[in-house]
């Protein structure tokens, strides 16, 4: 069963806003949701992280609802340079425990001129 | 945030032999892990190596295949066996720290 599900591309254009969201449905209390970055030929990149509500930070912000069962990355005014792919990811990632980063098959972004 | 030094950043090889990928992170890191990635593909999951002890496998992978050490908390290798052309891919080691996974730059093997 996949612990998350996203779109499998999306296209934007530069100086727009690009929201992705993720569905979670099976999330646990204890998980916390994690956004990586992939560029070609490099390994992925943190993004952001959160709870619940908002996060923001000098990247993106991470908006997530009460229910916790999905979560929409912003990333304002994207370039060129924000084609990636984006990966959604959910765990118990503090206190130390057993969480091990889990991919599915993410969301590639393609900002175009 | 950690920097995990991954080398050889690419190689190519003859089937039937062997490569070993090095992994050392700049700072200690609770868990290791060590990942494949097809062109085009998601990340998945080799095994996470222990510190000290046989790394645990997950389902399609073998440790005679994929043998890991983890001599110490900031160092892995991963070696791939007996090489023939499907393991040509992308092999990432990544740590994770309390909050967070970082990731190394990966090694792109050929194999041929």
């Known amino acids: 069963l996949a612990k998350t599900t996203q779109p499998i591309s999306m296209d934007s254009y530069e100086g727009q806003e690009v929201n992705i969201t993720c569905s979670h449905n099976?999330?646990?209390?204890?998980?916390?949701i994690t956004w990586y970055q992939q560029f070609p030929s490099q390994g992925p990149r943190f993004i952001i992280q959160g709870y619940k509500t908002k996060v923001t930070n000098e990247v993106a912000s991470l908006f997530i609802p009460a229910d916790r069962k999905s979560s929409t990355l912003s990333l304002p005014r994207v370039s060129l340079s924000d084609t990636a792919v984006y990966y959604c990811?959910?765990?118990?990632?503090?206190?130390?425990?057993?969480?091990?980063?889990?991919f599915g098959r993410g969301t590639s972004l393609i900002v175009h001129p | 945030s950690a920097v995990i030094s991954q080398k050889p950043s690419r190689d190519i090889c003859q089937r039937g032999t062997s490569l070993t990928i090095q992994c050392q992170v700049d700072s200690q890191v609770t868990m290791m892990f060590w990942y494949r990635q097809q062109p085009g593909q998601s990340l998945t999951l080799i095994a996470t190596a222990n510190q000290g002890s046989e790394a645990t496998y997950e389902s399609g992978f073998v440790i005679d295949k994929f043998p890991i050490s983890r001599p110490n908390l900031t160092f892995s290798t991963l070696t791939v066996s007996n090489m023939s052309p499907e393991d040509s891919s992308i092999y990432l080691c990544s740590g994770r720290s309390e909050t967070e996974a970082f990731f190394g730059q990966g090694t792109r093997l050929t194999v041929v």
């Open positions: 990811l959910v765990g118990d990632t503090l206190g130390g425990g057993s969480y091990i980063p889990t």
């Open positions: 099976n999330i646990a209390t204890n998980d916390y």
